[in-house]
Each structure stands twice: as structure tokens, then as C-alpha cells.
DNA sequence: GTACTCAGGATTGTATACAATAAGCCCGTA
DNA sequence: TACGGGCTTATTGTATACAATCCTGAGTAC
């Protein structure tokens, strides 16, 4: 015990896999690779300058957290998420967030402190309107995950974490399309007022309708970018 | 080291990683490993007489699925789950669960064949009782594993497998402890019939008053190992 | 006696070498 | 031309060698 002052733990990254991981997943979800790209170990390695350990480990992360596809003994694709998968994506995420608000709408002690705070900065946020596409982005990924910290459970946290990861892919294309910033407002803070308000079945409706909103603007863009690609 | 090439391979897995993997899964939830048993690369490889590459590998899944916990730069070690994370990880169960048989409850065409035959299933095994308790723990993980097949989500059922996975570290706990075959049908059957009668509300009260009771059972049987343990 | 320093050993992180597998191509045959 | 066998090559799976990191404990200064 008692480190040395001078160790500092620096919060980068711990090893070159790790740092992989997060480049990779980043070119992804911005479409710099093409759907079913086939990607090579030894590709990786020349482009990141390591040996294939390391490249070897991020992609079975790379794999596991659904970015890439991996078939034995050939290589990895990037994955091509079709519309069903993205459906399913929603659900779960639906489940997990229709709980979350539920379970906070029930027990009132502990997080509503958190849920006062967050409509205090909601509120600003609508009244400040309107900013850049990407600072609401964050906000609205802060929203959900701060909802689900103040349920208090980190399991369910990470795992949303995960999903939304992997439906950023779309998001950011329905980003690019459009802002929806005061309709997304008004849906927050009405979600955080039924919780406030200790009315669940309310906090329910207003959760699911704005996890549907987001689900069905993801949709009518993939739609539009696939009929777009066919035309042309 | 040096493994003689006696290629006697069994063509069962792909790769040696995933035959390590399973079969430390295996070993981890019948508790052959003390928790917090720390777990290093080359006493692996010495009990698999493979090389550090698969072991490594295989160890990086069993992080990712939670059996094991990784620091970098130092050992593994074989995962000791808290009462904290054991209510987490039932928590999400439930909320997927509970989004499951709200889904089948509200939509009638497709999944209500299977939903049917599940019930004959488990009113035969109402009548047939009692079986093994082995059998029986089959059963119920089918039970709700169908259920998230027949809503057609496999990324959900995927997620409740893993989640089950870990939990079955504490049902073997239970299982061992007592039978409750008789009211586990009961409430499997009073899912079902909710399910066939379009009762989205019923159905999801019979499913979180059975998940719940799981969950008791877990936690008093946990309660009363560590009581034991500490009074030995 | 306490706290600090600094070797030495143990263990993981990374790089590279070798083996096994799967895909593609050439070529021969009917 | 169509088809199939076997070689070639590209790529991953596995093993091993080397580097970096962390823990331990003896030794020393105060």
C-alpha cells in the first residue's frame, strides 16, 4: 500500500487491444468500413503497427460485442445488421428501460434525487435550444444511462450500454437526418415527472413512446439510405 | 510442453479455447473453485496440456461472461458474486421475462402453437410428478427459454441465457436443498394460461411472482450456506 | 522499529514461428 | 465444355520466445 505519489494512473488505455477495440468500434459505427467487409488479422496488424496478439484479442471483443462476424478458421466480417436484428435490438432495450423506469417509479427513496437533478437539466435544455446534433446526441445517451445508474443497477446499466453501442450504427445515420430536439425534450421530462410522481403505468407509456419514436425515425431512415443506394 | 502431436482430438469443438471454456464453466458452477481462487495462465496450461494462446483466450470469454475477473497485468480470478449482483442479475431477468410474456400476451398469432404445446408439456409433468431434480431444472430453463424463442427474439434469448448461466452458480445451491416441483408447475401453467388468454397484466403478475420466488429461494439458500459456513 | 529502496521472481503483455485448415486455381479427363 | 482431383496459397489456430509489469521481501538509513 500507501503508492508512491508519482504513480500516476494515467486513464489511457492499459493495453494496445483495448485501444484497438475502441478505434475499430468508432470506424464502424461511422460506416468507414462497408457492411460484410472482410477484415484480415494481418490487415489490422499493419495498420495499427502491432503483432496479431493483440489484433487477435480485439477482434474476438470486436466479436463478441457484435461489430464484427467471426467464422472458424476464416476471417472476421464487419456485420451487416439487417432490419431484424435491429427490431430486436429496440426490444430488449424497451425491457430493460421500461423497467428501469417502473422500478424507480415505485420506490421513491434513493435516485429521485438524481431524476430532480436530471429534469432540472432538461429543462434548460429545452429552454436553451436549440445546439449541435451531436452535444443532444450525448444528452440524450446521458438520459437513459443516468436513468438507469439511478435504479441503481449496474448489470442492466452495461448491458444498455452495449446496446446502444451497437444501435449507434443507426442512430448516427437518422442523426445526420434530421433534429427532433424539443419533441425528445418533452418526452423526457415527461418521463422523469410521472416518476417524480410515483406513477409508473404513466412513466411506462411515456418511456415506451419515446424509445418507439427513436425506433421508428432509425427505421424510415434506414429505409430511405436503402432506397437511395437502389436507385441510384 | 512439447505435446506429442497425438492428434486424438475430439472433432467435438472447433477449438481448444472453447472446450476450455466450457469446461471451466462447468467446474466453476458446481463449485470446484473456491471463490476468489486465483487463476493463472500456466496452471492452466499444464491442466489442458495446451499452450498459453487457447488458455488466454478462453480466460477472456470467461471474463466477459462473468466468471472470472480480469486485472490487467495480474491474475485471474474465479468470480465471487455478491448478494448485490445476484439481485441484478434477477432484476434483468425479470424485466426481459416480464417484456417476453407482455409481447406473447398481446399479440396472438404467431408463437401461440408453442405456447400451447408448452402447455400440455408441463400439465403432463404436473400429473407425472415427481421426477429428479436434475430433470426438472431442464425443464424450467426450457420453460423460459421457449417463451423467449416463441416471442422471436433471439438477441433477448441470448441475453437470458448468459444471464442464467451465471445464476445457475446459486440454483445448483437450491436445487440441492429441496424440491418445490409441484408449485413450479403451477405457475408455469398459470403463465401459459394468461398467455392464451391474451391477459397481458396476468400474465406478467404469474411470471414475476414465479422469477420472485426463484430468487427467494436463491437468496435464503445463500444465506444459510454462508450462516453454516461461518458457524463451522 | 519503521519506512523506504531496490533487486529478484512470478505473471501477464506482446511478438514471432510453426501447424492446420479452407479457398482458389490449374489441369487432366470424359 | 463440365467436372473433379490435387497442388498452392492465404489465413487462422497453436506454440513458444521475449519484454514489461507487478508483487515480495531482504536490507538499510533514520
Chains 1, 2 share one sequence.
Request: include cysteine.
Amino acid at each position: 500500500m500507501a503508492p508512491k505519489a508519482g504513480r500516476s494512473r494515467t486513464r489511457e488505455f492499459s493495453s494496445l487491444s483495448a485501444s484497438i477495440v475502441t478505434t475499430l468500434k468508432d470506424q464502424i459505427v461511422q460506416w468507414r468500413y462497408p457492411p460484410e467487409y472482410r477484415m484480415t488479422e494481418a490487415e489490422l496488424c499493419k495498420q495499427f503497427g502491432v503483432s496479431r496478439s493483440p489484433v487477435r484479442e480485439a477482434l474476438r471483443i470486436l466479436a463478441t460485442d457484435g461489430f464484427v462476424q467471426r467464422m472458424p478458421n476464416r476471417s472476421y466480417r464487419v456485420k451487416q445488421h439487417n432490419l431484424q436484428e435491429i427490431e430486436e435490438l429496440y426490444d430488449v432495450r424497451l425491457a430493460l428501460e421500461l423497467f428501469v423506469v417502473e422500478q424507480l417509479a415505485n420506490r421513491s427513496a434513493p435516485g429521485h434525487d438524481d431524476i430532480a437533478a436530471l429534469k432540472r437539466t432538461w429543462t434548460s435544455v429545452l429552454n436553451g435550444l436549440p445546439r449541435k446534433d451531436e452535444e443532444l446526441a450525448r444528452l440524450d445517451t446521458q438520459f437513459h444511462e443516468t436513468l438507469a445508474l439511478a435504479a441503481g443497477n449496474k448489470t442492466l446499466l452495461r448491458q444498455l450500454r452495449a446496446i446502444n453501442e451497437r444501435l449507434m450504427l443507426f442512430r448516427i445515420i437518422d442523426f445526420a437526418k434530421a433534429h427532433r430536439a424539443t419533441s425528445t425534450c418533452r418526452q423526457h421530462l415527461a418521463i422523469l415527472t410521472f416518476i417524480l410522481a410515483k406513477n409508473s403505468a404513466g412513466a411506462r407509456k411515456a418511456m415506451q413512446k419515446n424509445i418507439e419514436e427513436g425506433r421508428n425515425n432509425v427505421q424510415s431512415a434506414i429505409k430511405d439510405a436503402l432506397a437511395r443506394a437502389y436507385s441510384l
